[in-house]
């Protein structure tokens, strides 16, 4: 009977246990709504060529070829425009994922965005990002 309980009570701690990772990993609170725009500055860097054809957050599988990216909060779908602060050359972007997971990188760009920004060869560029409309 003692044996039983125990055996309940750890089923119970890993069952909630696994719906707080499952919670971790859902997307955190977006921008308040009343804030027409979202600007951002930071370290940016790109998918490896690993993560092509895998599902990304939102479902979706991962097109190094498409112009994609991953960011913490923002909603999937929100267009972004993304700005090399060395070069200033931009590209738009569509969230689709979730990430980057490494700390002090804001966004993660697929291989064509990074490309278009001239960050192949560094792998990581300080870029600013803004929402677009």
């Keep these: 009977m003692r044996l039983t309980r125990l055996t309940a009570l750890l089923l119970l ?8 990772d499952r919670q971790a990993t859902q997307p955190t609170k ?15 860097s790109y998918y490896a060529r690993m993560h092509h ?7 979706e599988l991962h097109d190094q070829n ?3 990216a ?4 923002l909603p999937f779908g929100t267009k972004v425009r993304v700005t ?4 200033g050359k931009q590209v738009v ?9 490494r700390r002090g990188r804001i966004i993660d760009l697929s291989r064509a965005a990074a490309m278009q920004l001239d ?4 792998g990581v560029a300080r870029v600013r990002i803004e929402t677009l409309p």
């Design 93 to 101: 972007v569509r969230i689709n994922d979730r990430g980057p997971f």
């Design 66 to 68: 498409a112009l994609v």
């Design 13 to 20: 701690a890993l069952i909630v246990s696994g719906c707080a």
């Design 119 to 122: 960050m192949l060869k560094s």
């Design 30 to 44: 977006t921008p308040p709504a009343t804030q027409d725009r979202f600007s951002q500055s930071g370290k940016a």
């Design 84 to 87: 090399n602060e060395q070069n």
């Design 70 to 73: 991953a960011h913490r909060s």
């Design 53 to 59: 054809g895998q599902r990304t957050a939102n479902g």
